[in-house]
């Protein structure tokens, strides 16, 4: 261990460090701690670099006794609050990098202490690798509605139980976070969210989360649930935690006032009623359209098997799997044919159900032409023997070009 004697200038070679495994991309975090400032309920802030928008950022996440936090600054200006803060209101820093450990201390007189230790290269081997996946994490295991719901323990560590659910929040925000970008999207202002069938709210405090985090953005998210246990559960967890921009409302997919939005989600809805919320996707305008359908049960009954595939369809399993992917590929057509680009893929399976697809909308700049996809979905009825989808009437009721 260096330690440097207390003198004017030890503050100022901390700060010098700073730049310098940020400029060297070395920098893992820094904390500040010891708060003597106005805020006596504000125990440390924990600093780390994220990338937003293609973009480097400091994120200055504020912990609180009873809540966390969040603000994303560029580099300069995050910089700046450091010099501010540390020193007339924080009396330790603590810089971490991938090769030391740096700790600048002040005592009552105001004298500035200087301690430095060199890692281990098993110790800088870990802190490295830790480094790398932390730039790969979409959500922040500090931020406070993880405890809250009970994914994280009092020290944010993972409850073994929570494992998947982390899992698939991380992947959830993953996804988003790219459809978001290629949607255009990644501005500033108001970000309008509606997660129709939002259960417990894991993946809607995420996403208002990870919204939060963005620079000037200003999200309004809203989880719509059926059951008002769950209703009042996620709207007093949103009261402890002092969340603005967040709240839950009793509610159906298929009854819902419309109303503008950027982003609608739906990953629980059964049957038709993902077709409903599709449709309230389409008429308001989202950006991005996320869906996890489940219980394909509209088209089964209606499939005539084809002369061809009647040695696969008439195991029941397999006509099963056909009806699922005739469905949600006839939902993804439809969606292409009102101006979206679309992907269906695995996602990771929700707690009480095996199925695991999701169907990602996202708005295109310039809608391709709709004849020839109108055409491939009248083409795929008839081959099935489709008499009626669901999606396809309630857009035809809007007075959309669908195929008869």
């Excluded at 988003?176 to 500033?188: P, T």
């Excluded at 209703?231 to 298929?254: P, S």
């Amino acid at each position: 261990m260096t330690t440097t004697s207390p003198g004017t200038g030890t503050a100022e070679r901390f700060f010098t460090l700073v730049e310098e495994a940020l400029a060297q991309r070395s920098f893992v975090r820094l904390v500040l701690a010891k708060n003597r400032g106005p805020q006596a309920d504000l125990e440390r802030i924990d600093v780390r670099l994220v990338e937003l928008r293609g973009a480097d950022a400091l994120s200055f996440v504020h912990h609180h006794k009873t809540r966390d936090l969040t603000k994303n600054l560029p580099p300069a200006e995050g910089l700046a609050l450091v010099r501010s803060l540390l020193g007339p209101e924080f009396k330790a820093g603590h810089l971490h990098t991938t090769t030391q450990e740096i700790q600048l201390g002040f005592t009552k007189k105001g004298q500035a202490g200087l301690h430095t230790r060199t890692l281990a290269a098993d110790e800088a081997r870990a802190a490295d690798a830790g480094h790398n996946r932390e730039k790969q994490r979409f959500v922040d295991p500090q931020a406070a509605f993880l405890v809250e719901l009970g994914v994280m323990d009092a020290q944010h560590r993972l409850v073994p139980a929570m494992s998947r659910k982390w899992k698939q929040i991380n992947k959830f925000v993953e996804v988003f976070s790219h459809a978001w970008a290629d949607a255009g999207q990644a501005r500033q202002g108001r970000v309008r969210v509606l997660d129709f069938g939002s259960g417990k709210g894991y993946l809607t405090f995420a996403l208002h989360d990870h919204l939060s985090r963005l620079p000037g953005c200003e999200p309004q998210v809203t989880g719509v649930e059926l059951r008002p246990d769950m209703v009042e559960l996620c709207n007093g967890a949103v009261r402890r935690l002092g969340l603005k921009g967040l709240d839950f409302r009793e509610g159906d997919v298929r009854s819902f006032a419309a109303e503008p939005v950027d982003v609608m989600i739906a990953l629980h809805a059964c049957d038709t009623a993902t077709d409903h919320a599709i449709h309230m996707g389409i008429r308001a305008k989202a950006a991005v359209i996320l869906c996890s359908p489940c219980c394909h049960k509209q088209l089964r009954p209606q499939m005539k098997s084809p002369a061809v595939l009647r040695p696969l369809l008439d195991h029941g399993i397999h006509l099963g799997q056909e009806a699922e992917m005739l469905t949600d590929g006839l939902r993804a057509l439809l969606l292409e044919s009102e101006g979206y680009a679309t992907q269906v893929f695995e996602f990771i399976s929700l707690e009480h159900t095996s199925k695991n697809k999701m169907i990602l909308a996202v708005k295109r700049g310039q809608p391709l032409p709709a004849a020839a996809v109108l055409e491939q979905i009248r083409a795929l009825k008839e081959f099935y023997g489709v008499r009626e989808q669901c999606l396809e009437a309630l857009l035809r009721q809007d007075g959309a070009a669908c195929p008869a």
